[in-house]
């Protein structure tokens, strides 16, 4: 009902950068939530920013100041900007929406595929 594209990820150096984008489209009414989760080998899947569709934002302590979520809800992408990436930011990154869904009117929550970020030299 709700498909996801992401893209930008890939290899960089410690202390670059990288912008992640989502693309939403399907059975959407409107979007509540969209945000960014990311999984590193061997750890659990945890929240790296959300933003609501006011413009609200959060982010994880780790990467506050480094990182930047942005929503453009013309196209219903979520951008995840990255600065000074640090090899632990090595991980796969998933993006989430939360939206209304069209014809049933049902809230709808999905994931991305994931899109794959190593910070590595």
């Known amino acids: 009902q709700v498909q996801l594209v992401e893209s930008g990820g890939g290899l960089v150096q410690p202390g670059g950068s990288l912008r992640l984008s989502c693309a939403a489209s399907?059975?959407?009414?409107?979007?509540?939530?969209m945000g960014w989760y990311r999984q590193a080998p061997g750890k659990q899947r945890e929240l790296v920013a959300t933003?609501?569709?006011?413009?609200?934002?959060n982010y994880a302590d780790s990467v506050k100041g480094r990182f930047t979520i942005s929503r453009d809800n013309a196209k219903d992408t979520v951008y995840l900007q990255m600065n000074s990436l640090k090899p632990e930011d090595t991980a796969v990154y998933y993006c989430?929406?939360?939206?209304?869904?069209?014809?049933?009117?049902?809230?709808?929550?999905?994931w991305g595929q994931g899109t794959h970020v190593t910070v590595s030299s």
């Open positions: 933003i609501t569709s006011g413009g609200s934002t």
């Open positions: 399907g059975s959407i009414f409107s979007i509540y939530a």
């Open positions: 989430n929406v939360d939206v209304l869904a069209s014809v049933t009117f049902r809230r709808v929550n999905s």
